[in-house]
T-cell receptor, first 113, second 116 residues
Framework: QKEVEQDPGPLSVPEGAIVSLNCTYS??????FMWYRQYSRKGPELLMY????GNKEDGRFTAQVDKSSKYISLFIRDSQPSDSATYLC?????????????FGSGTRLLVRP | EAGVAQSPRYKIIEKRQSVAFWCNPI?????LYWYQQILGQGPKLLIQ????????DSQLPKDRFSAERLKGVDSTLKIQPAKLEDSAVYLC??????????????FGQGTRLTVV
């Protein structure tokens, strides 16, 4: 079992739709949760960063963490064609006495005009 | 604030040749990561430095890959000899990490390596 599981998609939605992206994880030591956006031929760009459980909102983006279910989500409201990219979840915590940053495989999102 | 700088952006080499990548992290960032990203996959951690000490290199193929971090700042990743399956984007990232815990990691643009 992978430490972090993420549906690769692709996910295709019309402009203006609400998008839900999700990851599950197996290691309860993870405490820090991040979402990155990666455009083609670019490095990942940090979108959201949360610590432990709860919600965090930033503009059209909302990140949710449910540690009891080992499940994290990213919601995008009023999606735009410019949101078309691959979305990577990432998480870290004390694993084998060091803090590692582990990524999911990424979900490709296409927002149709 | 300047971001993470990587060079070169692209590299094409023949199998069995050697190659080196360079990374300059964000100023003051203690932790530096090298990731390998194969097309269609998420980044895979190769090595993580805390200042100039190695925190984790469990997924680094040490028979052919090596990395060092000079004076706790710049880093180089080397592959010798390269194999076809090393074709990937090599990403460098850094984080402030002043408490021994991961904080936000920021990435460079990556080096796209093609081994032919």
């Amino acid at each position: 079992q992978k430490e972090v599981e993420q549906d690769p998609g692709p996910l295709s939605v019309p402009e203006g739709a609400i998008v839900s992206l999700n990851c599950t994880y197996s290691n309860s030591a993870f405490q820090y949760f991040m979402w990155y956006r990666q455009y083609s031929r670019k490095g990942p760009e940090l979108l959201m960063y949360t610590y432990s459980s709860g919600n965090k909102e930033d503009g059209r983006f909302t990140a949710q963490v449910d540690k009891s279910s080992k499940y994290i989500s990213l919601f995008i409201r009023d999606s735009q064609p410019s949101d078309s990219a691959t979305y990577l979840c990432a998480m870290s915590g004390a694993v084998d006495s060091s803090y590692k940053l582990i990524f999911g495989s990424g979900t490709r999102l296409l927002v149709r005009p | 604030e300047a971001g993470v700088a990587q060079s070169p952006r692209y590299k094409i080499i023949e199998k069995r040749q050697s190659v080196a990548f360079w990374c300059n992290p964000i100023s003051g960032h203690a932790t530096l990561y090298w990731y390998q990203q194969i097309l269609g996959q998420g980044p895979k951690l190769l090595i993580q430095f805390q200042n100039n000490g190695v925190v984790d290199d469990s997924q680094l193929p040490k028979d052919r890959f090596s990395a060092e971090r000079l004076k706790g700042v710049d880093s180089t990743l080397k592959i010798q000899p390269a194999k076809l399956e090393d074709s990937a984007v090599y990403l460098c990232a850094s984080s402030l990490d002043d408490r021994g815990q991961n904080t936000e990691a920021f990435f460079g643009q990556g080096t796209r390596l093609t081994v032919v």
